[in-house]
Protein backbone atom coordinates (compact mmCIF):
# COMPACT_ATOMS: atom_id res chain seq x y z
CA UNK A 1 0.00 0.00 0.00
CA UNK A 2 1.20 3.32 -0.56
CA UNK A 3 2.02 5.89 2.25
CA UNK A 4 -0.65 7.58 3.75
CA UNK A 5 -0.50 11.48 3.09
CA UNK A 6 -3.41 12.75 4.62
CA UNK A 7 -4.78 10.89 8.06
CA UNK A 8 -8.00 11.38 9.84
CA UNK A 9 -8.33 9.92 13.44
CA UNK A 10 -11.88 10.51 14.75
CA UNK A 11 -11.88 14.23 13.88
CA UNK A 12 -15.71 15.89 14.99
CA UNK A 13 -16.17 19.58 14.77
CA UNK A 14 -18.38 21.12 16.50
CA UNK A 15 -20.14 24.18 15.48
CA UNK A 16 -22.13 25.37 18.65
CA UNK A 17 -24.71 22.38 18.84
CA UNK A 18 -23.86 21.57 15.46
CA UNK A 19 -21.98 18.78 14.84
CA UNK A 20 -20.66 19.78 11.08
CA UNK A 21 -18.31 16.77 11.25
CA UNK A 22 -19.24 13.53 12.96
CA UNK A 23 -16.25 11.30 14.09
CA UNK A 24 -14.89 10.72 11.26
CA UNK A 25 -11.42 8.51 10.36
CA UNK A 26 -9.78 8.10 6.85
CA UNK A 27 -6.79 7.77 5.51
CA UNK A 28 -5.71 9.47 1.94
CA UNK A 29 -2.77 7.50 0.22
CA UNK A 30 -0.14 9.47 -1.51
CA UNK A 31 -0.69 10.82 -5.10
CA UNK A 32 -4.49 9.43 -5.09
CA UNK A 33 -7.45 11.81 -6.34
CA UNK A 34 -9.86 11.86 -3.55
CA UNK A 35 -13.23 13.06 -3.65
CA UNK A 36 -15.39 14.08 -1.13
CA UNK A 37 -19.01 13.73 -1.95
CA UNK A 38 -22.25 14.68 -0.28
CA UNK A 39 -25.04 17.16 -0.29
CA UNK A 40 -24.65 20.94 0.92
CA UNK A 41 -24.12 20.93 5.09
CA UNK A 42 -22.85 17.15 4.91
CA UNK A 43 -19.29 18.58 6.60
CA UNK A 44 -17.01 18.24 3.39
CA UNK A 45 -15.94 21.69 3.22
CA UNK A 46 -15.34 21.66 7.00
CA UNK A 47 -13.11 18.40 6.57
CA UNK A 48 -11.24 20.08 4.02
CA UNK A 49 -10.61 23.56 5.72
CA UNK A 50 -9.59 21.57 8.86
CA UNK A 51 -6.78 19.95 6.18
CA UNK A 52 -6.21 23.37 5.12
CA UNK A 53 -5.91 24.51 9.01
CA UNK A 54 -8.68 27.31 8.71
CA UNK A 55 -10.75 25.19 10.87
CA UNK A 56 -9.41 23.26 14.43
CA UNK A 57 -11.04 20.12 14.91
CA UNK A 58 -13.16 20.16 18.18
CA UNK A 59 -11.61 16.81 19.10
CA UNK A 60 -9.20 14.16 17.13
CA UNK A 61 -6.14 14.31 15.12
CA UNK A 62 -5.10 14.83 11.71
CA UNK A 63 -1.75 14.22 10.03
CA UNK A 64 -0.04 15.25 7.11
CA UNK A 65 2.69 13.48 5.59
CA UNK A 66 2.76 11.38 8.54
CA UNK A 67 3.17 14.82 10.88
CA UNK A 68 0.79 15.81 13.60
CA UNK A 69 -0.76 19.15 12.60
CA UNK A 70 -3.38 19.99 15.00
CA UNK A 71 -1.70 22.88 15.90
CA UNK A 72 -0.18 24.04 13.18
CA UNK A 73 -0.79 27.80 11.27
CA UNK A 74 -2.43 26.93 7.71
CA UNK A 75 0.78 28.74 6.30
CA UNK A 76 3.12 26.46 8.20
CA UNK A 77 1.25 23.51 6.18
CA UNK A 78 2.30 22.15 2.90
CA UNK A 79 -1.18 21.83 1.72
CA UNK A 80 -2.05 24.48 -0.97
CA UNK A 81 -6.33 25.41 -1.84
CA UNK A 82 -8.42 26.06 -4.83
CA UNK A 83 -10.88 27.84 -3.10
CA UNK A 84 -14.74 27.73 -4.61
CA UNK A 85 -14.88 31.53 -5.54
CA UNK A 86 -11.08 31.72 -6.36
CA UNK A 87 -10.35 34.07 -4.08
CA UNK A 88 -7.77 35.48 -6.29
CA UNK A 89 -6.25 38.93 -5.15
CA UNK A 90 -8.56 41.50 -6.85
CA UNK A 91 -5.86 44.18 -6.40
CA UNK A 92 -2.90 42.03 -7.94
CA UNK A 93 -2.15 41.42 -11.31
CA UNK A 94 -1.71 37.70 -12.47
CA UNK A 95 1.50 37.43 -12.36
CA UNK A 96 1.73 38.77 -8.90
CA UNK A 97 -0.79 36.05 -7.87
CA UNK A 98 0.95 33.39 -9.44
CA UNK A 99 4.02 34.18 -7.27
CA UNK A 100 2.45 35.20 -3.92
CA UNK A 101 3.30 31.57 -2.79
CA UNK A 102 7.20 31.70 -3.92
CA UNK A 103 7.42 35.63 -2.72
CA UNK A 104 6.37 35.01 1.08
CA UNK A 105 8.97 32.12 0.64
CA UNK A 106 11.35 34.02 -0.86
CA UNK A 107 12.46 32.64 -3.69
CA UNK A 108 15.07 34.23 -5.67
CA UNK A 109 13.79 36.82 -8.21
CA UNK A 110 15.27 34.61 -11.08
CA UNK A 111 13.73 31.15 -10.22
CA UNK A 112 10.58 33.22 -9.18
CA UNK A 113 10.20 34.18 -12.56
CA UNK A 114 10.80 31.34 -14.09
CA UNK A 115 8.67 28.79 -12.33
CA UNK A 116 5.84 31.94 -12.66
CA UNK A 117 6.38 31.30 -16.49
CA UNK A 118 6.28 27.61 -16.26
CA UNK A 119 3.02 27.69 -14.44
CA UNK A 120 1.38 29.88 -16.68
CA UNK A 121 2.30 28.12 -19.17
CA UNK A 122 1.14 24.32 -17.85
CA UNK A 123 -2.60 26.56 -16.99
CA UNK A 124 -1.84 28.24 -21.11
CA UNK A 125 -2.51 32.13 -19.95
CA UNK A 126 1.36 32.93 -19.95
CA UNK A 127 -0.31 36.20 -22.17
CA UNK A 128 -2.17 36.76 -19.34
CA UNK A 129 0.58 38.06 -16.89
CA UNK A 130 -0.08 41.50 -16.85
CA UNK A 131 -4.15 41.45 -16.14
CA UNK A 132 -6.06 41.69 -13.33
CA UNK A 133 -7.95 38.92 -12.16
CA UNK A 134 -11.82 40.87 -13.36
CA UNK A 135 -10.15 41.26 -16.79
CA UNK A 136 -10.31 37.37 -16.91
CA UNK A 137 -13.64 35.14 -17.80
CA UNK A 138 -14.61 32.65 -15.03
CA UNK A 139 -12.38 30.12 -16.65
CA UNK A 140 -9.44 31.47 -16.94
CA UNK A 141 -9.89 33.05 -13.16
CA UNK A 142 -9.95 28.99 -12.13
CA UNK A 143 -6.69 28.12 -13.95
CA UNK A 144 -5.27 31.78 -12.44
CA UNK A 145 -6.14 29.83 -9.15
CA UNK A 146 -4.97 26.40 -9.67
CA UNK A 147 -1.20 27.77 -11.36
CA UNK A 148 -1.30 30.02 -8.26
CA UNK A 149 -1.75 26.61 -5.60
CA UNK A 150 0.61 24.29 -7.50
CA UNK A 151 3.52 26.25 -7.64
CA UNK A 152 3.90 25.78 -4.59
CA UNK A 153 4.98 22.15 -4.80
CA UNK A 154 2.16 21.27 -2.33
CA UNK A 155 2.34 17.89 -0.82
CA UNK A 156 -1.43 17.75 -0.94
CA UNK A 157 -3.92 20.06 -3.40
CA UNK A 158 -7.00 20.81 -1.57
CA UNK A 159 -10.08 21.91 -4.05
CA UNK A 160 -13.10 23.51 -2.57
CA UNK A 161 -16.14 22.78 -5.45
CA UNK A 162 -13.72 24.56 -7.97
CA UNK A 163 -15.56 23.87 -11.30
CA UNK A 164 -18.97 25.07 -9.20
CA UNK A 165 -18.88 28.39 -10.90
CA UNK A 166 -18.48 26.96 -14.55
CA UNK A 167 -20.91 26.75 -17.22
CA UNK A 168 -21.44 23.02 -17.88
CA UNK A 169 -19.69 22.66 -20.95
CA UNK A 170 -16.56 24.47 -19.37
CA UNK A 171 -16.61 22.11 -16.48
CA UNK A 172 -16.44 18.94 -18.08
CA UNK A 173 -13.62 20.47 -20.41
CA UNK A 174 -11.92 21.39 -16.70
CA UNK A 175 -12.80 17.97 -15.41
CA UNK A 176 -10.58 15.95 -17.88
CA UNK A 177 -7.76 18.74 -17.67
CA UNK A 178 -7.77 18.41 -14.14
CA UNK A 179 -7.60 14.86 -13.96
CA UNK A 180 -4.44 14.97 -16.48
CA UNK A 181 -2.98 17.60 -14.24
CA UNK A 182 -3.08 15.43 -10.97
CA UNK A 183 -2.14 12.29 -13.02
CA UNK A 184 0.88 14.39 -14.22
CA UNK A 185 2.37 16.64 -11.14
CA UNK A 186 1.34 12.93 -9.07
CA UNK A 187 -0.17 15.14 -6.50
CA UNK A 188 -2.40 14.27 -4.49
CA UNK A 189 -5.44 15.82 -4.42
CA UNK A 190 -8.64 16.25 -2.27
CA UNK A 191 -11.47 17.26 -3.85
CA UNK A 192 -14.57 18.67 -2.57
CA UNK A 193 -17.87 18.64 -4.89
CA UNK A 194 -21.70 18.37 -4.58
CA UNK A 195 -21.79 16.52 -8.43
CA UNK A 196 -22.06 12.70 -8.51
CA UNK A 197 -21.08 12.65 -12.02
CA UNK A 198 -17.92 14.50 -11.12
CA UNK A 199 -16.68 12.48 -8.34
CA UNK A 200 -17.01 9.91 -10.83
CA UNK A 201 -15.63 10.97 -13.45
CA UNK A 202 -12.57 12.18 -11.61
CA UNK A 203 -11.79 10.71 -8.67
CA UNK A 204 -9.47 7.15 -7.37
CA UNK A 205 -11.65 6.93 -4.81
CA UNK A 206 -14.87 8.83 -3.38
CA UNK A 207 -15.80 9.42 0.04
CA UNK A 208 -19.75 10.12 0.50
CA UNK A 209 -20.61 11.83 3.42
CA UNK A 210 -24.31 13.12 4.90
CA UNK A 211 -24.86 14.86 8.05
CA UNK A 212 -20.84 15.33 9.02
CA UNK A 213 -20.78 11.44 8.96
CA UNK A 214 -18.98 8.56 6.48
CA UNK A 215 -21.92 6.35 4.64
CA UNK A 216 -19.08 4.45 2.18
CA UNK A 217 -15.66 5.04 1.06
CA UNK A 218 -14.63 3.24 -2.05
CA UNK A 219 -13.73 3.23 -5.98
CA UNK A 220 -16.32 4.92 -7.82
CA UNK A 221 -16.96 1.81 -9.72
CA UNK A 222 -18.30 0.33 -6.27
CA UNK A 223 -19.87 3.32 -4.84
CA UNK A 224 -22.30 3.31 -7.89
CA UNK A 225 -22.68 -0.03 -8.47
CA UNK A 226 -22.81 -1.50 -4.67
CA UNK A 227 -23.87 1.43 -2.57
CA UNK A 228 -23.47 0.39 0.67
CA UNK A 229 -26.48 2.73 2.05
CA UNK A 230 -29.80 3.64 0.56
CA UNK A 231 -28.63 7.38 0.99
CA UNK A 232 -25.31 6.14 -1.09
CA UNK A 233 -27.85 4.23 -3.52
CA UNK A 234 -30.59 7.55 -4.04
CA UNK A 235 -27.45 9.95 -4.08
CA UNK A 236 -25.45 9.12 -6.38
CA UNK A 237 -27.34 8.93 -9.80
CA UNK A 238 -30.63 7.84 -10.29
CA UNK A 239 -32.43 4.81 -8.91
CA UNK A 240 -35.52 2.78 -7.95
CA UNK A 241 -35.85 2.67 -4.00
CA UNK A 242 -39.25 -0.19 -4.11
CA UNK A 243 -40.71 -1.39 -1.27
CA UNK A 244 -40.86 -5.57 -0.57
CA UNK A 245 -40.50 -8.02 2.16
CA UNK A 246 -38.40 -10.79 2.74
CA UNK A 247 -40.52 -14.27 2.49
CA UNK A 248 -37.86 -16.72 2.34
CA UNK A 249 -34.09 -17.17 3.13
CA UNK A 250 -31.86 -19.61 2.27
CA UNK A 251 -27.81 -20.09 2.30
CA UNK A 252 -27.02 -17.49 0.00
CA UNK A 253 -30.05 -15.75 -1.45
CA UNK A 254 -33.18 -14.11 0.01
CA UNK A 255 -36.69 -14.62 -2.38
CA UNK A 256 -38.37 -11.35 -1.38
CA UNK A 257 -42.17 -10.46 -1.80
CA UNK A 258 -42.10 -7.44 -4.42
CA UNK A 259 -45.95 -6.99 -5.69
CA UNK A 260 -47.55 -9.71 -5.94
CA UNK A 261 -44.34 -11.17 -7.27
CA UNK A 262 -41.48 -13.24 -6.15
CA UNK A 263 -38.41 -12.51 -6.72
CA UNK A 264 -34.72 -13.66 -5.39
CA UNK A 265 -31.69 -11.57 -5.01
CA UNK A 266 -28.18 -11.77 -3.24
CA UNK A 267 -28.69 -12.50 0.60
CA UNK A 268 -27.61 -10.19 3.11
CA UNK A 269 -26.42 -10.60 6.35
CA UNK A 270 -28.62 -9.09 8.62
CA UNK A 271 -32.05 -9.25 6.91
CA UNK A 272 -34.48 -11.89 8.44
CA UNK A 273 -37.04 -13.58 6.98
CA UNK A 274 -41.02 -10.89 7.58
CA UNK A 275 -38.28 -7.71 7.18
CA UNK A 276 -39.37 -5.10 5.31
CA UNK A 277 -36.37 -4.27 2.74
CA UNK A 278 -35.98 -1.57 0.44
CA UNK A 279 -34.87 -2.29 -2.92
CA UNK A 280 -32.17 -0.31 -5.03
CA UNK A 281 -32.45 -0.80 -8.96
CA UNK A 282 -30.70 1.33 -11.34
CA UNK A 283 -33.04 3.05 -14.72
CA UNK A 284 -29.91 1.70 -16.61
CA UNK A 285 -30.23 -1.73 -15.25
CA UNK A 286 -33.74 -2.84 -16.18
CA UNK A 287 -34.98 -4.44 -19.74
CA UNK A 288 -38.44 -5.00 -21.34
CA UNK A 289 -38.55 -8.50 -22.09
CA UNK A 290 -40.99 -10.39 -23.75
CA UNK A 291 -44.13 -12.44 -22.15
CA UNK A 292 -42.89 -16.01 -23.76
CA UNK A 293 -39.23 -15.00 -22.36
CA UNK A 294 -38.24 -16.48 -19.43
CA UNK A 295 -35.83 -15.27 -16.41
CA UNK A 296 -35.43 -14.92 -12.77
CA UNK A 297 -36.50 -11.82 -12.03
CA UNK A 298 -39.73 -11.27 -14.48
CA UNK A 299 -41.47 -8.53 -13.61
CA UNK A 300 -45.72 -7.82 -14.94
CA UNK A 301 -46.08 -3.81 -15.23
CA UNK A 302 -48.20 -1.69 -16.74
CA UNK A 303 -46.47 1.48 -19.00
CA UNK A 304 -47.71 4.79 -17.65
CA UNK A 305 -45.79 7.19 -19.72
CA UNK A 306 -42.63 7.45 -22.29
CA UNK A 307 -40.43 10.45 -21.94
CA UNK A 308 -37.95 10.87 -25.03
CA UNK A 309 -34.59 12.30 -23.57
CA UNK A 310 -32.71 11.67 -26.18
CA UNK A 311 -30.05 9.48 -25.83
CA UNK A 312 -32.42 7.78 -24.20
CA UNK A 313 -36.19 7.11 -23.54
CA UNK A 314 -37.67 7.24 -20.25
CA UNK A 315 -40.33 4.74 -19.50
CA UNK A 316 -42.59 5.27 -16.25
CA UNK A 317 -44.40 1.69 -15.57
CA UNK A 318 -46.23 0.51 -12.37
CA UNK A 319 -46.21 -2.42 -10.53
CA UNK A 320 -49.63 -4.24 -9.87
CA UNK A 321 -49.39 -2.60 -5.95
CA UNK A 322 -48.95 0.85 -7.40
CA UNK A 323 -45.34 1.16 -7.13
CA UNK A 324 -43.61 2.79 -10.06
CA UNK A 325 -40.59 1.73 -11.89
CA UNK A 326 -39.16 4.52 -14.35
CA UNK A 327 -36.76 2.45 -17.25
CA UNK A 328 -34.24 3.92 -18.99
CA UNK A 329 -34.44 2.07 -22.18
CA UNK A 330 -33.30 2.32 -25.58
CA UNK A 331 -35.29 4.25 -27.76
CA UNK A 332 -36.10 1.57 -29.98
CA UNK A 333 -37.83 0.13 -26.78
CA UNK A 334 -41.15 -1.86 -28.33
CA UNK A 335 -43.58 -0.41 -25.29
CA UNK A 336 -46.42 2.17 -25.67
CA UNK A 337 -48.23 4.10 -22.94
CA UNK A 338 -51.16 1.79 -21.19
CA UNK A 339 -50.18 -1.78 -22.27
CA UNK A 340 -48.62 -4.16 -20.10
CA UNK A 341 -45.20 -5.03 -20.47
CA UNK A 342 -42.56 -7.58 -18.59
CA UNK A 343 -39.24 -6.11 -16.98
CA UNK A 344 -36.36 -7.80 -15.86
CA UNK A 345 -33.53 -7.24 -14.43
CA UNK A 346 -30.41 -9.43 -12.75
CA UNK A 347 -30.10 -10.07 -9.28
CA UNK A 348 -26.72 -9.17 -8.63
CA UNK A 349 -27.60 -5.39 -9.78
CA UNK A 350 -30.31 -5.45 -6.93
CA UNK A 351 -28.79 -4.08 -4.04
CA UNK A 352 -31.07 -4.18 -0.57
CA UNK A 353 -31.71 -2.56 2.55
CA UNK A 354 -33.52 -3.12 6.03
CA UNK A 355 -36.07 -0.66 5.81
CA UNK A 356 -36.84 0.06 9.05
CA UNK A 357 -34.24 2.33 10.27
CA UNK A 358 -34.14 5.21 7.27
CA UNK A 359 -37.02 4.95 5.34
CA UNK A 360 -36.56 8.84 4.01
CA UNK A 361 -35.33 8.46 -0.05
CA UNK A 362 -33.72 11.36 -1.72
CA UNK B 1 -41.06 58.75 -19.17
CA UNK B 2 -43.61 61.58 -20.18
CA UNK B 3 -42.54 64.43 -21.49
CA UNK B 4 -44.23 66.19 -19.12
CA UNK B 5 -43.48 64.39 -16.36
CA UNK B 6 -39.83 65.02 -17.72
CA UNK B 7 -40.28 68.80 -17.71
CA UNK B 8 -41.52 68.75 -14.14
CA UNK B 9 -38.46 67.05 -12.49
CA UNK B 10 -36.45 69.22 -14.50
CA UNK B 11 -37.47 71.89 -13.18
CA UNK B 12 -37.58 70.74 -9.49
CA UNK B 13 -33.76 69.82 -10.53
CA UNK B 14 -33.13 73.21 -11.08
CA UNK B 15 -34.92 74.75 -8.30
CA UNK B 16 -32.68 72.18 -5.87
CA UNK B 17 -29.49 72.90 -6.79
CA UNK B 18 -30.40 76.96 -7.49
CA UNK B 19 -31.27 76.73 -3.41
CA UNK B 20 -27.78 74.57 -2.98
CA UNK B 21 -25.04 76.92 -5.02
CA UNK B 22 -26.93 80.20 -5.29
CA UNK B 23 -25.56 81.59 -1.74
CA UNK B 24 -22.48 80.23 -2.53
CA UNK B 25 -22.10 81.50 -5.90
CA UNK B 26 -23.22 84.97 -4.70
CA UNK B 27 -20.25 84.93 -2.01
CA UNK B 28 -17.58 84.20 -4.95
CA UNK B 29 -19.06 87.01 -6.90
CA UNK B 30 -19.02 89.16 -3.98
CA UNK B 31 -15.15 88.19 -3.22
CA UNK B 32 -14.16 90.02 -5.86
CA UNK B 33 -16.38 93.18 -5.09
CA UNK B 34 -14.94 96.65 -5.22
CA UNK B 35 -17.03 97.64 -2.40
CA UNK B 36 -16.81 97.11 1.69
CA UNK B 37 -19.89 96.61 2.14
CA UNK B 38 -21.05 93.07 1.01
CA UNK B 39 -24.60 94.02 -0.89
CA UNK B 40 -23.86 96.47 -3.44
CA UNK B 41 -21.68 95.99 -6.62
CA UNK B 42 -19.42 98.33 -7.19
CA UNK B 43 -16.48 97.06 -8.99
CA UNK B 44 -13.95 94.01 -9.80
CA UNK B 45 -10.57 93.72 -7.76
CA UNK B 46 -8.65 91.51 -6.66
CA UNK B 47 -8.01 93.24 -3.31
CA UNK B 48 -9.30 90.87 -0.89
CA UNK B 49 -7.27 88.32 -1.90
CA UNK B 50 -4.29 90.22 -1.59
CA UNK B 51 -5.92 92.04 1.68
CA UNK B 52 -6.35 88.26 2.70
CA UNK B 53 -2.62 87.33 2.08
CA UNK B 54 -1.28 89.68 3.70
CA UNK B 55 -3.61 89.49 7.08
CA UNK B 56 -1.16 87.94 9.85
CA UNK B 57 -4.08 86.74 12.21
CA UNK B 58 -5.55 84.81 8.83
CA UNK B 59 -2.11 82.98 8.55
CA UNK B 60 -2.22 81.92 12.33
CA UNK B 61 -5.51 80.46 12.17
CA UNK B 62 -4.67 78.52 9.57
CA UNK B 63 -2.29 77.00 10.33
CA UNK B 64 -3.34 76.06 13.70
CA UNK B 65 -6.62 74.62 11.80
CA UNK B 66 -4.36 72.67 9.86
CA UNK B 67 -2.23 71.31 12.90
CA UNK B 68 -5.02 70.24 14.52
CA UNK B 69 -6.99 68.51 11.28
CA UNK B 70 -3.56 66.88 10.62
CA UNK B 71 -2.62 65.35 13.88
CA UNK B 72 -6.89 64.35 13.88
CA UNK B 73 -6.37 62.89 10.80
CA UNK B 74 -3.52 60.65 12.09
CA UNK B 75 -4.81 59.67 15.34
CA UNK B 76 -8.13 59.29 14.24
CA UNK B 77 -6.94 57.14 11.32
CA UNK B 78 -4.83 54.73 13.38
CA UNK B 79 -6.85 54.13 16.30
CA UNK B 80 -10.43 53.80 13.97
CA UNK B 81 -8.93 51.86 11.45
CA UNK B 82 -7.40 49.36 14.56
CA UNK B 83 -10.70 49.42 16.30
CA UNK B 84 -12.52 48.74 13.02
CA UNK B 85 -10.52 45.53 12.49
CA UNK B 86 -11.04 44.48 15.95
CA UNK B 87 -15.14 44.75 15.66
CA UNK B 88 -14.70 42.90 12.18
CA UNK B 89 -12.59 40.14 13.22
CA UNK B 90 -13.36 39.27 16.59
CA UNK B 91 -16.85 38.78 18.10
CA UNK B 92 -16.91 39.00 22.24
CA UNK B 93 -19.08 39.47 24.91
CA UNK B 94 -20.38 42.88 24.77
CA UNK B 95 -19.90 43.52 21.33
CA UNK B 96 -22.82 45.53 20.38
CA UNK B 97 -22.41 47.77 23.06
CA UNK B 98 -19.14 48.17 22.10
CA UNK B 99 -20.62 49.12 18.66
CA UNK B 100 -23.28 51.37 20.23
CA UNK B 101 -20.28 53.48 22.31
CA UNK B 102 -18.70 54.13 18.97
CA UNK B 103 -21.84 55.44 17.21
CA UNK B 104 -22.48 57.66 20.20
CA UNK B 105 -19.53 60.98 19.44
CA UNK B 106 -21.01 60.91 15.59
CA UNK B 107 -24.77 61.54 17.29
CA UNK B 108 -24.09 64.12 20.02
CA UNK B 109 -23.90 67.65 19.40
CA UNK B 110 -20.68 68.75 19.17
CA UNK B 111 -21.50 71.67 21.71
CA UNK B 112 -21.70 68.64 24.38
CA UNK B 113 -18.09 67.39 23.86
CA UNK B 114 -17.09 70.82 23.88
CA UNK B 115 -18.66 71.34 27.51
CA UNK B 116 -17.66 68.24 28.48
CA UNK B 117 -14.11 68.86 27.46
CA UNK B 118 -13.99 72.16 28.86
CA UNK B 119 -14.99 70.65 32.28
CA UNK B 120 -12.72 67.83 32.75
CA UNK B 121 -10.22 70.32 31.29
CA UNK B 122 -11.09 72.60 34.63
CA UNK B 123 -11.02 69.33 36.52
CA UNK B 124 -7.39 68.70 36.18
CA UNK B 125 -5.84 72.09 35.61
CA UNK B 126 -5.20 71.44 32.47
CA UNK B 127 -4.32 75.09 30.62
CA UNK B 128 -5.99 75.59 27.51
CA UNK B 129 -4.07 75.58 24.26
CA UNK B 130 -4.28 74.57 20.62
CA UNK B 131 -3.11 70.91 21.65
CA UNK B 132 -6.79 70.81 24.01
CA UNK B 133 -8.54 71.23 20.53
CA UNK B 134 -7.50 67.86 19.40
CA UNK B 135 -8.74 65.27 21.85
CA UNK B 136 -12.26 66.42 20.85
CA UNK B 137 -11.97 66.31 17.48
CA UNK B 138 -9.93 63.23 17.63
CA UNK B 139 -13.59 61.82 19.41
CA UNK B 140 -15.64 61.67 16.60
CA UNK B 141 -12.54 61.30 13.80
CA UNK B 142 -12.18 57.52 15.39
CA UNK B 143 -15.84 57.21 15.10
CA UNK B 144 -15.60 58.51 11.30
CA UNK B 145 -12.70 56.58 10.56
CA UNK B 146 -14.59 53.23 11.81
CA UNK B 147 -17.65 53.31 10.64
CA UNK B 148 -16.34 54.49 7.21
CA UNK B 149 -13.53 51.21 7.66
CA UNK B 150 -16.04 48.53 8.94
CA UNK B 151 -18.22 49.01 5.58
CA UNK B 152 -15.28 48.63 3.66
CA UNK B 153 -14.24 45.66 5.43
CA UNK B 154 -17.68 44.14 5.40
CA UNK B 155 -17.52 44.16 1.43
CA UNK B 156 -14.45 42.07 1.71
CA UNK B 157 -13.75 38.47 1.21
CA UNK B 158 -12.61 36.45 4.17
CA UNK B 159 -11.56 33.88 1.61
CA UNK B 160 -8.64 36.45 0.17
CA UNK B 161 -6.99 36.00 3.93
CA UNK B 162 -7.00 32.65 4.02
CA UNK B 163 -6.21 32.58 0.29
CA UNK B 164 -3.09 34.73 1.31
CA UNK B 165 -2.34 32.10 4.69
CA UNK B 166 -2.60 29.14 2.79
CA UNK B 167 -0.26 30.48 0.21
CA UNK B 168 2.37 31.03 3.42
CA UNK B 169 1.90 34.65 4.35
CA UNK B 170 1.77 35.36 7.97
CA UNK B 171 -0.58 37.13 9.99
CA UNK B 172 1.48 40.48 9.31
CA UNK B 173 2.39 39.53 6.16
CA UNK B 174 -1.43 39.01 5.10
CA UNK B 175 -2.48 42.43 6.99
CA UNK B 176 -0.14 44.55 4.92
CA UNK B 177 -0.18 42.18 1.36
CA UNK B 178 -4.01 41.89 0.97
CA UNK B 179 -6.12 43.68 3.95
CA UNK B 180 -4.31 46.91 4.13
CA UNK B 181 -4.29 47.36 0.53
CA UNK B 182 -7.85 46.32 0.04
CA UNK B 183 -9.42 48.59 2.35
CA UNK B 184 -6.85 51.52 1.66
CA UNK B 185 -9.73 53.20 0.09
CA UNK B 186 -11.73 52.91 3.08
CA UNK B 187 -9.17 54.30 5.58
CA UNK B 188 -8.67 57.45 2.92
CA UNK B 189 -12.26 58.05 2.54
CA UNK B 190 -12.31 58.15 6.57
CA UNK B 191 -9.09 60.55 6.79
CA UNK B 192 -10.62 62.81 4.29
CA UNK B 193 -13.44 62.95 6.01
CA UNK B 194 -12.00 63.58 9.29
CA UNK B 195 -9.87 66.11 7.85
CA UNK B 196 -12.24 68.15 6.48
CA UNK B 197 -14.53 68.21 9.46
CA UNK B 198 -11.85 68.61 11.64
CA UNK B 199 -11.03 71.92 9.71
CA UNK B 200 -14.36 73.38 9.74
CA UNK B 201 -15.37 72.59 13.21
CA UNK B 202 -16.62 75.10 15.57
CA UNK B 203 -18.02 74.37 18.80
CA UNK B 204 -14.90 72.47 19.93
CA UNK B 205 -12.50 74.45 18.86
CA UNK B 206 -14.17 78.10 20.32
CA UNK B 207 -14.63 76.15 23.95
CA UNK B 208 -11.07 74.45 23.91
CA UNK B 209 -8.85 76.89 22.26
CA UNK B 210 -6.79 78.59 24.31
CA UNK B 211 -6.27 82.18 23.83
CA UNK B 212 -4.14 82.64 20.62
CA UNK B 213 -4.44 79.68 19.28
CA UNK B 214 -7.94 80.36 17.88
CA UNK B 215 -8.54 77.93 14.60
CA UNK B 216 -9.67 79.12 11.39
CA UNK B 217 -13.84 79.00 11.84
CA UNK B 218 -13.41 80.55 15.26
CA UNK B 219 -11.43 83.43 13.69
CA UNK B 220 -13.94 83.70 10.83
CA UNK B 221 -16.80 83.80 13.33
CA UNK B 222 -14.94 87.12 15.46
CA UNK B 223 -14.74 88.58 11.85
CA UNK B 224 -18.11 88.04 11.23
CA UNK B 225 -19.19 89.58 14.55
CA UNK B 226 -18.06 92.96 13.14
CA UNK B 227 -20.04 92.62 10.02
CA UNK B 228 -19.25 90.32 7.08
CA UNK B 229 -16.18 91.53 5.16
CA UNK B 230 -15.15 90.93 1.57
CA UNK B 231 -12.14 89.42 2.77
CA UNK B 232 -14.26 86.32 4.50
CA UNK B 233 -15.64 86.34 1.31
CA UNK B 234 -12.15 85.59 -0.57
CA UNK B 235 -11.40 83.23 2.33
CA UNK B 236 -14.29 80.93 1.93
CA UNK B 237 -13.82 81.22 -2.12
CA UNK B 238 -10.41 80.11 -1.75
CA UNK B 239 -11.52 77.11 0.73
CA UNK B 240 -14.54 76.14 -2.23
CA UNK B 241 -11.45 76.16 -4.42
CA UNK B 242 -9.43 73.59 -2.22
CA UNK B 243 -12.59 71.33 -1.06
CA UNK B 244 -13.78 70.91 -5.05
CA UNK B 245 -9.77 69.92 -5.92
CA UNK B 246 -9.98 67.34 -2.87
CA UNK B 247 -13.13 65.76 -4.42
CA UNK B 248 -11.57 65.33 -7.55
CA UNK B 249 -8.50 64.19 -6.58
CA UNK B 250 -10.71 61.40 -4.65
CA UNK B 251 -12.62 60.86 -7.20
CA UNK B 252 -9.83 60.08 -9.90
CA UNK B 253 -8.48 57.82 -6.98
CA UNK B 254 -11.78 55.65 -6.78
CA UNK B 255 -11.82 55.27 -10.15
CA UNK B 256 -8.83 53.99 -10.29
CA UNK B 257 -8.88 51.85 -7.56
CA UNK B 258 -12.92 51.01 -8.27
CA UNK B 259 -11.61 47.61 -10.06
CA UNK B 260 -9.99 46.16 -7.12
CA UNK B 261 -12.69 45.61 -4.62
CA UNK B 262 -12.16 42.58 -2.92
CA UNK B 263 -16.04 41.68 -3.53
CA UNK B 264 -17.13 38.40 -3.37
CA UNK B 265 -17.80 37.63 -7.10
CA UNK B 266 -14.88 38.38 -8.95
New interface residues.
Given amino acids: MAESMVKLENITKQFGELHAVDNISLTIKQGEFLTLLGPSGCGKTTTLRMI???ENPTSGNIWINQALVNEI???HRE???V?????????MTVFNNVA??LK??KVKKAEMMERVYNVLDLVQLKEYENR???QLS?GQ?QRIAIA??II?NPQVLLLDEPLG?LDLKLRKQMQLELKHLQQSLGITFIYVTHDQEEALTMSDRIVVMNKGKIEQVDVPRVIYEMPKTLFVSSFIGDTNILKGMVHKKSNDELTLQLGAEMITVKKEPTIEVDDHVLLSIRPENIYFIKETESHDIKIPVKVIECIYTGSSTKVVTQLSDGQKIVIQSTNDAIVTKNTAAFLTWKKELTVVYKANEKEETF | MRAKTRKVLFIYSLVVFAFLYIPIIVLIVFSFNDSKLGTVWTGFTFDWYIKLFSNSHIHAALLNSLFVAMITTILSTIFGTLAALALYRYTFVGKRSIDFLFLIPVIIPDIVIAVALLAIYGLLNINLGLLTVIPGHVVWGISFVMLVVLARLSGL?R??E?????????EW?TFW??TF??IFPGILAGALLTFTLSLDEFEVAFFTAGPGSSTLPVLVYSMVRLGVSPEINALSTILILVVIIAIIIWGVFINK?K????????
Fill in positions: AGFAPYVNTFQHYSLFPHFGMKKPNGQRANA | DSLEAAKDLGANQRVPLTDNRGSLND
